[in-house]
């Protein structure tokens, strides 16, 4: 089926009740099926969040009645409370069903936008509306490939980033987005905060991406749902015109798991002073002879890597590892 997907760029306030009330606005107005809110949007990005288990919960359980009633669904930034205390940015995709939520994967650990005070999740997480299949991520997910590449290997019809990004890293995203909707042959939809928040100034630019990675909808900076139509006809003409997902070599493992030896082999690599030379014929057997050397190129050399036949002589080490 169609369906109306609106990107909700609006200001969070702090309390989930003020939100909540938002959220109500929106759906009220009747301009989308699904409804796309921002990273932490439920209680405000960078707002403490002592005391508000609770209140989150009873506003989820309040989105969850309007979508049930409404035949809606809402993707909502928000923080999830674990029973053992610990906490998580989640992304909950709430449809008349049932609720899915996505915890951020890849959490910043730099600058302003380091997250402390958050667990990183362990998995992807893929969501339905009437058929139509979601693929979730939040913000800083979105420069990590793998989790959208493999939410559209799973079948994913819509990918999803909710973001607060700040003004300074609008470049990057900018350039990244229309990538992930074109590498993927999948529509992208990415929803930014606005306005200041946690001392920082978010730009909006929230925007949604067709399968061919052109701009099918944008909020700009403004207060406003920009809505977008999914249409499946469209998805599966990109796909005849761009196979990637289907010549994707999923006979590869692209990220192997190491072996005991080959973690036993990477403990024991040999160590030395780059003013030290070592007598590559003392070098253990095991090593010998298909073995990558990492010169120091502090002695003059021009590459980082050389082959190393065995028993080559002396040459000035910086440690020695195999290649997997």
Same mark, same amino acid.
């Given at each position: 089926?169609?369906?109306?997907?609106?990107?909700?760029?609006?200001?969070?306030?702090?309390?989930?009740?003020?939100?909540?009330?938002?959220?109500?606005?929106?759906?009220?107005?009747?301009?989308?099926?699904?409804?796309?809110?921002?990273?932490?949007?439920?209680?405000?990005?960078?707002?403490?969040?002592?005391?508000?288990?609770?209140?989150?919960?009873?506003?989820?359980?309040?989105?969850?009645?309007?979508?049930? %009633?409404?035949?809606?669904?809402?993707?909502?930034?928000?923080?999830?409370?674990?029973?053992?205390?610990?906490?998580?940015?989640?992304?909950?995709?709430?449809?008349?069903?049932?609720?899915?939520?996505?915890?951020?994967?890849?959490?910043?650990?730099?600058?302003?936008?380091?997250?402390?005070?958050?667990?990183?999740?362990?998995?992807?997480?893929?969501?339905?509306?009437?058929?139509?299949?979601?693929?979730?991520?939040?913000?800083?997910?979105?420069?990590?490939?793998?989790?959208?590449?493999?939410?559209?290997?799973?079948?994913?019809?819509?990918?999803?980033?909710?973001?607060?990004?700040?003004?300074?890293?609008?470049?990057?995203?900018?350039?990244?987005?229309?990538?992930?909707?074109?590498?993927?042959?999948?529509?992208?939809?990415?929803?930014?905060?606005?306005?200041?928040?946690?001392?920082?100034?978010?730009?909006?630019?929230?925007?949604?991406?067709?399968?061919?990675?052109?701009?099918?909808? !944008?909020?700009?900076?403004?207060?406003?749902?920009?809505?977008?139509?999914?249409?499946?006809?469209?998805?599966?003409?990109?796909?005849?015109? %761009?196979?990637?997902?289907?010549?994707?070599?999923?006979?590869?493992?692209?990220?192997?798991?190491?072996?005991?030896?080959?973690?036993?082999?990477?403990?024991?690599?040999?160590?030395? %002073?780059?003013?030290?030379?070592? *007598?590559?014929?003392?070098?253990?057997?095991?090593?010998?002879?298909?073995? !990558?050397?990492?010169? *120091?190129?502090?002695?003059?050399? !021009?590459? *980082?890597?050389?082959?190393?036949?065995?028993?080559?002589?002396?040459?000035?080490?910086?440690?020695?590892?195999?290649?997997?």
């Amino acid at each position: 089926m169609n369906a109306r997907i609106g990107l909700c760029q609006m200001p969070a306030a702090p309390t989930p009740e003020a939100n909540l009330g938002t959220v109500r606005k929106i759906l009220a107005r009747d301009e989308a099926d699904v409804h796309i809110f921002p990273e932490m949007f439920l209680t405000g990005y960078g707002y403490p969040l002592e005391g508000k288990d609770m209140r989150v919960e009873l506003a989820m359980g309040e989105i969850s009645k309007i979508c049930e %009633r409404e035949d809606r669904a809402v993707a909502i930034g928000m923080p999830r409370f674990s029973p053992d205390g610990r906490v998580y940015n989640s992304l909950a995709f709430v449809s008349p069903d049932v609720t899915v939520c996505y915890d951020k994967a890849h959490l910043a650990q730099f600058g302003p936008y380091a997250e402390p005070e958050f667990t990183a999740g362990s998995g992807p997480a893929m969501a339905e509306y009437h058929g139509i299949r979601f693929g979730l991520s939040v913000c800083y997910d979105v420069f990590f490939p793998e989790i959208l590449h493999g939410n559209s290997l799973r079948g994913a019809d819509v990918n999803i980033c909710v973001a607060a990004s700040a003004a300074g890293s609008k470049p990057y995203f900018d350039r990244v987005a229309a990538a992930r909707a074109l590498e993927n042959v999948t529509y992208f939809a990415f929803v930014n905060n606005i306005g200041p928040l946690s001392g920082l100034m978010m730009h909006g630019c929230s925007r949604a991406y067709g399968p061919l990675g052109d701009i099918v909808a !944008d909020c700009g900076t403004k207060l406003r749902e920009a809505v977008f139509e999914f249409d499946p006809a469209e998805l599966a003409r990109a796909r005849k015109v %761009r196979h990637h997902l289907d010549d994707f070599r999923k006979d590869i493992a692209w990220l192997p798991e190491r072996s005991a030896h080959q973690a036993r082999f990477s403990e024991a690599a040999v160590q030395c %002073r780059p003013a030290d030379a070592q *007598d590559v014929r003392h070098l253990p057997r095991s090593i010998s002879p298909r073995v !990558d050397v990492q010169l *120091d190129l502090a002695e003059g050399l !021009d590459a *980082d890597f050389l082959p190393l036949p065995a028993h080559a002589g002396r040459v000035r080490l910086l440690r020695i590892l195999r290649l997997v």
